[in-house]
């Protein structure tokens, strides 16, 4: 009877510990997905965050935060500190039988729990990559891989409060997804969008990912590794019961992923009248994460219509925070503006913009930008007491740097000189800048 115990913990035991690894093989799918995704300059420091994170994942959850999450008492909100994590299973505890006794290894619990916490920080990777830099998103994986997760997951797997209250979740659709996820939109909406991503007139630019076929092979690289996220939370296989479980948890996590899949690819199709690979990607790990806080209890094609509305929503929810993103975006470029050009009222004088115009006089061409009387920007100068030509606008901000007379053949603004009867100065290149004094000119407070 004990060797059949023994059989049984070390099958249990076994199995734990291979679902840790295909979790911890989704970080590789996690690499691959943001490397294909972002632009190519920045592939480099992506797969450099990637693969810290999971470094400081694993080592700050074992110094402290699977001590926080598992080591607290029951219905608590704020959870115990402490290091490590604690000892092993002894062979009499194993041995003793009962509803108490363990049926797998200590450290294989921590094992699985410890990829967990690195899936939720990838999370955070992904949302806010080409936005932050990489020893600030360090130091935040400290924080969120030692604290935040822990404290979240204690509540809920640990015997928290949420527990308490009957709170449910089979594989970590919400404690670790969602808490992933709420980390990443607080990061953005204090990072803002991509540089890029919005005009200046509020459109949309898409970002094309630099390597397409990288990021499908994260995506199927996170869909094999998903059967161990969720097959291995159900925490046992040496019985009859548990391995029936464990194929309807493989067989319903696939079917929600193609069905993610497919509901992403129509409706793309239908909204944009074309198929678009990235939102089939996304279709398969909203299908995936939608399936996660329960694939045991529906059947096959429940899970399949599961997926659907996952695939469905996500990509809904891309046009749609495009655009509120776009809003915030510029929101804030308008209070940038006014803390960049205005006092405290946020109003400035004409002597003020003009600073801002005065790098730009020499370089750009006034005559040509400002010949046509039609144009509103001529109003606009006038306004503003502003002569459209080169003179004129120097007069105007008692700015001259032609050279003086004697100086190089040239001579103050007003004595003709070699290349440009009457004003004094050479007949003025295309300016690089020429759009952005238009912006400027658009802008001046009178």
């Given amino acids: 009877m004990n060797e059949l115990t023994e059989l049984s913990y070390a099958l249990d035991t076994f199995y734990f510990l291979i679902c840790g690894v295909l979790v911890m093989w989704m970080a590789a799918g996690f690499s691959m997905l943001e490397a294909g995704m972002v632009r190519s300059k920045n592939t480099a420091e992506i797969l450099t965050k990637n693969i810290a994170l999971f470094a400081i994942a694993c080592t700050m959850y074992l110094l402290v935060g699977y001590y ?52 939720a920080m990838s999370i955070v990777s992904g949302a806010v990559a080409e936005r932050m830099k990489l020893w600030a998103f360090l130091a935040f994986a400290v924080v969120m891989t030692a604290f935040i997760y822990p404290v979240s997951g204690y509540w809920t797997w640990g015997g928290g409060w949420l527990d308490g209250v009957g709170y449910s979740d089979y594989a970590g659709s919400g404690i670790v997804h969602m808490a992933g996820a709420a980390a990443a939109l607080a990061g953005v909406l204090v990072l803002g969008p991509r540089k890029g991503k919005y005009g200046k007139d509020g459109s949309i630019h898409a970002i094309p990912g630099a390597n397409m076929p990288l990021a499908t092979l994260g995506t199927f690289i996170l869909w094999m590794g998903w059967f161990g996220f969720n097959g291995g939370s159900e925490l046992k296989m040496s019985d009859a019961v548990s391995a029936n479980n464990v194929a309807q948890v493989f067989v ?88 960049e050009e205005g006092d405290e009222a ?29 144009d509103p920007l001529m109003a606009r100068l006038e306004a503003c007491g502003l002569d459209a030509s080169i003179d004129g606008i120097g007069n105007v901000l008692g700015r001259h740097r032609g050279p003086g007379p004697g100086k190089g053949g040239g001579s103050r603004a007003g004595a003709p000189g070699p290349g440009d009867p009457g004003t004094g100065r050479p007949e003025p290149g295309p300016g690089p800048r020429q759009a952005g004094l238009r912006r400027m000119v658009r802008r001046l407070p009178c």
Avoid: H
């Fill in 252 to 339: 319903n996590t696939n079917a929600a992923a193609a069905g993610g899949v497919i509901a992403a690819l129509v409706l793309a199709k239908l909204w944009f009248r074309k198929a678009d690979l990235t939102m089939a990607l996304n279709g398969a790990l909203a299908g995936l994460v939608a399936i996660t806080a329960d694939p045991l209890s529906p059947s096959a094609l429940g899970a399949s219509v599961i997926g659907a509305i996952g695939g469905l929503i996500v990509v809904a929810a891309i046009v749609t925070l495009d655009k509120l993103t776009r809003e915030l975006a510029d929101n804030a470029e308008l209070y940038e503006m006014s803390k």
């Fill in 346 to 374: 946020g109003l400035l004088t004409i002597e003020a913009e003009a600073d801002k115009l005065r790098p730009l006089i020499e370089e750009l061409e006034f005559r040509r930008m400002f010949s046509n009387p039609a």
């Fill in 68 to 119: 926080i999450m598992y080591s607290s008492g029951e219905g608590g909100f704020l959870p115990s500190l402490g290091f490590l994590i604690g000892a092993e299973n002894s062979v009499d505890a194993v041995l003793a039988g009962g509803e108490d006794a363990p049926y797998y290894s200590m450290r294989s619990d921590f094992f699985f729990q410890v990829v967990f916490v690195a899936t």
